[in-house]
């Protein structure tokens, strides 16, 4: 194989036809796909990139005559094209040699967004570089995606973002290789973030130091990445309980000041186990043994985060990674790096899970195949004895396993769907006669068996439940139904489970999909709440009047001001409601605080409950009062689609116009910021009586007015009306 840095002298300072012909010799020996013959074609495609300006009349017959000769020669033609302008030769170039070339999806999205950088088409560039990233990577990879992020940011364009965040990145080892990699899974979940990076080992420093650089930088997150050695304890230590209390305190001390004063959630490590251990067995074993007492700080941590604080469990990343690869003791002495290079892609995908999860973007659907995913064999052929499912297989005990995993899912609120090619009856019979299946048809909020194809089935299950695509993850068996839906629908995350039944939970369960911070009752609820919508739904086409149908479901709401109790949903909904939402502002748990505490500001929740069951807390609003203008403004006015229609949306209004009313205000205001999602409510306020403020806004937001004077209250004659605490 040539050396590259010698085929810049082979083609240099010689006329334009000798350097093509050297070219073309050199072509033969480049074929392969290692690095190296990689980077040997890249420097022979940049020593012909003189003749794009010196001799384009000569470089293009030669184009012509090694275009599809040899993927080494469609790499230095693609690159050539693209210098001469001719993107399309170019792609179509490029193409092929990725299809040749790259034998993994992470390259070829790399590959492509390269080129689609190169031609200036940096918004399809983002593109690939996200779907490069949807399934787990090697650390080599991710060090080219976050080099290629940076170019991409270099071009200037802005990057579509789902969400905005200022992270602080603490660490207790050095955090230069961690920065560009968290960078880029955020920017694969849709999150724009801008992170700080302290100095090394400085991380009680920045956040006891009101003056540091992290309180001016004034972070959404603090991420605090300590790791087994900053617990600086000794192999075995006289006073375990005080060791075990000093480094647990220590700690609570640094997250209040990021929740009280910096008005920041805080994602704490725990501690790993060092992989080393001097006593042996005996570290676990003795009280004051070093491995005991961090087994013992890590449940104190878990016991002292309250709202505002995740801890993520980097001990369960490590064991998951491989102990034996997480560590790399050189790198440490040399440059205090710890996890080791190899690592940090699982490091990373675990920060990324609950950065979504805070930030309102996980996911809320599991949608299931049938054959060969939640049992073996077709049920069509197979027949009711003959799919393979139940613990008298490897197969199908295997299969039995994924729905014992997603019946877990649905008991901690995620909703189950099925979307299968197949004829109903056929589908249900496994459901409603085979002994050994776990999950029953109740279990599945939408039920889709038919031979439509499975993205257009995914797109009416969506709408039947009134959540985006964004929500859904998709698992089949079948890599073209697989391939097909993430074409179609890029929003559906569509895990590579493979074809062996063996590894579909370990890579569903990889993804960290459903990732969540809290837990409520609301979210236990979700799936069976989506079934009581379908009752609700055939009410609804009964009912001879809207009004008859509001009446016969005999709701109740309850009112109450943001408290600690439902903060978490509160912070839950606020980050998570895109379609009804009036201005689509994120909080944190912190600054919803803090309008809870303010004067200013109104807060109110909302639940409600009818004759089907508790749709729980749906609602929240905040207003800000501005006494000098003598007005009442809407800050946040959001609720859950799932109970849209009926009459809610009013009550709330008239909840906040009769406090304005109470404070002796004018005016209530309230703004419409459009986004993509959240069109529904683009009328809501006229619809309610208000009008056209005659303020500017920015661009595509509107601003409304409604008179408090002579305005009668707003009420929902259907709905009888709770204060909470009353």
């Given at each position: 194989?040539?050396?590259?840095?010698?085929?810049?002298?082979?083609?240099?300072?010689?006329?334009?036809?000798?350097?093509?012909?050297?070219?073309?010799?050199?072509?033969?020996?480049?074929?392969?796909?290692?690095?190296?013959?990689?980077?040997?074609?890249?420097?022979?495609?940049?020593?012909?990139?003189?003749?794009?300006?010196?001799?384009?009349?000569?470089?293009?017959?030669?184009?012509?005559?090694?275009?599809?000769?040899?993927?080494?020669?469609d790499?230095?033609?693609?690159?050539l094209?693209?210098?001469?302008?001719?993107?399309?030769?170019?792609?179509?170039?490029?193409?092929?040699?990725?299809?040749?070339?790259?034998?993994?999806?992470?390259?070829?999205?790399?590959?492509?967004?390269?080129?689609?950088l190169?031609?200036?088409?940096?918004?399809?560039?983002?593109?690939?570089?996200?779907?490069?990233?949807?399934?787990?990577?090697?650390?080599?990879?991710?060090?080219?995606?976050?080099?290629?992020?940076?170019?991409?940011?270099?071009?200037?364009?802005?990057?579509?973002?789902?969400?905005?965040?200022?992270?602080?990145?603490?660490?207790?080892?050095?955090?230069?290789?961690?920065?560009?990699?968290l960078e880029?899974?955020?920017?694969?979940?849709?999150?724009?973030?801008?992170?700080?990076?302290?100095?090394?080992?400085?991380?009680?420093?920045?956040?006891?130091?009101?003056?540091?650089?992290?309180?001016r930088?004034?972070?959404?997150?603090?991420?605090?990445?300590?790791?087994?050695?900053?617990?600086?304890?000794?192999?075995?230590?006289?006073?375990?309980d005080?060791?075990?209390?000093?480094?647990?305190?220590?700690?609570?001390?640094?997250?209040?000041?990021?929740?009280?004063?910096?008005?920041?959630?805080?994602?704490?490590?725990?501690?790993?186990?060092?992989?080393?251990?001097?006593?042996?067995?005996?570290?676990?074993?003795?009280?004051?043994?070093?491995?005991?007492?961090?087994?013992?700080?890590?449940?104190?941590?878990?016991?002292?985060?309250?709202?505002?604080?995740?801890?993520?469990?980097?001990?369960?990343?490590?064991?998951?990674?491989?102990k034996?690869?997480?560590?790399?003791?050189?790198?440490?002495?040399?440059?205090?790096?710890?996890?080791?290079?190899?690592?940090?892609?699982?490091?990373?995908d675990?920060?990324?899970?609950?950065?979504?999860?805070?930030?309102?973007?996980?996911?809320?659907?599991?949608?299931?195949?049938?054959?060969?995913?939640?049992?073996?064999?077709?049920?069509?052929?197979?027949?009711?004895?003959?799919i393979?499912?139940?613990?008298?297989?490897?197969?199908?005990?295997?299969?039995?396993?994924?729905?014992?995993?997603?019946?877990?899912?649905?008991?901690?609120?995620?909703?189950?769907?099925?979307?299968?090619?197949?004829?109903?009856?056929?589908?249900?019979?496994?459901?409603e006669a085979?002994?050994?299946?776990?999950?029953?048809?109740d279990?599945?909020?939408?039920?889709?068996?038919?031979?439509?194809d499975?993205?257009?089935?995914?797109?009416?299950?969506?709408?039947?439940?009134?959540?985006?695509?964004?929500?859904?993850?998709?698992?089949?068996?079948?890599?073209?139904?697989?391939?097909?839906?993430?074409?179609?629908?890029?929003?559906?995350?569509?895990?590579?489970?493979?074809?062996?039944a063996?590894?579909?939970?370990?890579?569903?369960?990889?993804?960290?999909?459903?990732?969540?911070?809290?837990?409520?009752?609301?979210?236990?609820?979700?799936?069976?709440?989506?079934?009581?919508?379908?009752?609700?739904?055939?009410?609804?086409?009964?009912?001879?009047?809207?009004?008859?149908?509001?009446?016969?479901?005999?709701?109740?709401?309850?009112?109450?001001?943001?408290?600690?109790?439902?903060?978490?949903?509160?912070?839950?909904?606020?980050?998570?409601?895109?379609?009804?939402?009036?201005?689509?502002?994120?909080?944190?748990?912190?600054?919803?605080?803090?309008?809870?505490?303010s004067?200013?500001?109104?807060?109110?929740?909302?639940?409600?409950?009818?004759?089907?069951?508790?749709?729980?807390?749906?609602?929240?609003?905040?207003?800000?009062?501005?006494?000098?203008?003598?007005?009442?403004?809407?800050?946040?006015w959001?609720?859950?689609?799932?109970?849209?229609?009926?009459?809610?949306?009013?009550?709330?209004?008239?909840?906040?116009?009769?406090?304005?009313?109470?404070?002796?205000?004018?005016?209530?205001?309230?703004?419409?910021?459009?986004?993509?999602?959240?069109?529904?409510?683009?009328?809501?306020?006229?619809?309610?009586?208000?009008?056209?403020?005659?303020?500017?806004?920015?661009?595509?937001?509107?601003?409304?007015?409604?008179?408090?004077?002579?305005?009668?209250p707003?009420?929902?004659?259907?709905?009888?009306?709770?204060?909470?605490?009353?």
């Open positions: 194989m040539p050396d590259a840095r010698l085929l810049g002298l082979a083609l240099a300072e010689t006329a334009p036809e000798e350097r093509l012909a050297r070219a073309g010799a050199l072509l033969e020996p480049l074929q392969g796909r290692s690095e190296e013959a990689h980077a040997a074609r890249e420097a022979l495609a940049r020593g012909l990139r003189g003749l794009v300006r010196e001799a384009p009349d000569a470089l293009r017959p030669w184009l012509d005559a090694h275009w599809a000769e040899s993927p080494a020669a790499w230095v033609c693609a690159r094209f693209g210098w001469l302008g001719e993107p399309e030769r170019a792609e179509e170039a490029w193409d092929a040699v990725v299809e040749r070339e790259f034998g993994s999806r992470v390259e070829r999205h790399l590959a492509r967004a390269r080129l689609r190169d031609r200036g088409a940096v918004a399809d560039a983002a593109e690939d570089l996200r779907e490069a990233f949807r399934d787990p990577a090697g650390h080599r990879d991710l060090e080219r995606g976050a080099k290629l992020l940076a170019k991409l940011r270099a071009a200037g364009e802005a990057l579509p973002a789902k969400r905005r965040s200022r992270i602080a990145l603490l660490g207790g080892s050095t955090t230069q290789l961690m920065r560009p990699l880029l899974v955020c920017f694969r979940d849709g999150i724009e973030a801008e992170i700080y990076e302290a100095e090394y080992g400085l991380y009680r420093q920045e956040v006891l130091d009101r003056s540091s650089a992290l309180h930088f004034a972070p959404d997150v603090v991420l605090i990445a300590t790791h087994w050695r900053d617990a600086q304890l000794p192999p075995l230590s006289e006073d375990a005080a060791a075990v209390e000093g480094l647990a305190a220590g700690f609570e001390a640094l997250w209040e000041i990021c929740r009280r004063e910096l008005r920041a959630h805080v994602i704490q490590h725990n501690f790993d186990l060092p992989p080393n251990d001097s006593y042996g067995g005996l570290g676990k074993s003795l009280p004051g043994g070093r491995a005991r007492l961090l087994a013992r700080v890590n449940l104190e941590l878990l016991a002292r985060a309250g709202p505002g604080v995740s801890i993520l469990d980097l001990d369960a990343v490590a064991a998951s990674h491989g034996e690869r997480w560590s790399a003791d050189s790198l440490w002495y040399l440059a205090k790096q710890h996890p080791a290079p190899d690592a940090l892609g699982a490091w990373a675990a920060v990324a899970a609950q950065l979504r999860a805070l930030l309102g973007l996980g996911r809320k659907v599991l949608a299931l195949d049938l054959d060969n995913t939640l049992w073996g064999g077709v049920i069509g052929e197979d027949r009711l004895d003959g393979r499912l139940g613990a008298h297989s490897p197969e199908g005990e295997a299969h039995l396993d994924l729905q014992r995993y997603a019946r877990e899912l649905r008991e901690r609120g995620v909703v189950l769907v099925v979307c299968s090619k197949n004829n109903e009856a056929d589908a249900r019979e496994p459901f085979h002994p050994e299946m776990l999950l029953r048809l279990d599945f909020a939408v039920f889709r068996a038919n031979w439509q499975k993205a257009s089935n995914l797109r009416e299950i969506a709408a039947t439940l009134g959540l985006g695509l964004d929500s859904f993850v998709f698992v089949d068996d079948n890599p073209t139904e697989r391939a097909w839906v993430r074409r179609a629908l890029p929003e559906v995350a569509v895990p590579e489970v493979g074809d062996d063996a590894d579909y939970v370990r890579v569903l369960d990889r993804g960290r999909y459903f990732e969540a911070l809290t837990l409520s009752d609301e979210d236990r609820l979700r799936s069976a709440d989506y079934a009581a919508n379908a009752r609700r739904a055939e009410l609804a086409s009964g009912a001879t009047s809207m009004d008859e149908f509001l009446a016969s479901l005999e709701m109740t709401a309850t009112i109450g001001r943001f408290d600690a109790a439902n903060l978490p949903r509160i912070t839950q909904l606020v980050n998570k409601s895109n379609q009804f939402n009036l201005t689509t502002r994120r909080y944190t748990q912190e600054q919803l605080q803090a309008f809870a505490e004067p200013r500001h109104v807060t109110s929740w909302f639940r409600l409950r009818d004759r089907f069951g508790d749709n729980g807390l749906i609602g929240v609003m905040v207003g800000v009062e501005d006494p000098e203008q003598s007005t009442l403004e809407i800050d946040l959001l609720m859950s689609c799932r109970v849209l229609g009926r009459g809610m949306e009013a009550l709330m209004c008239g909840t906040l116009l009769e406090e304005a009313r109470r404070r002796g205000l004018s005016r209530l205001l309230g703004r419409y910021l459009p986004t993509e999602k959240n069109a529904m409510v683009a009328d809501l306020y006229p619809r309610l009586g208000f009008k056209d403020a005659g303020v500017s806004a920015g661009p595509g937001e509107t601003v409304w007015a409604l008179d408090v004077e002579g305005q009668p707003i009420h929902c004659p259907s709905i009888r009306i709770e204060t909470a605490g009353a």
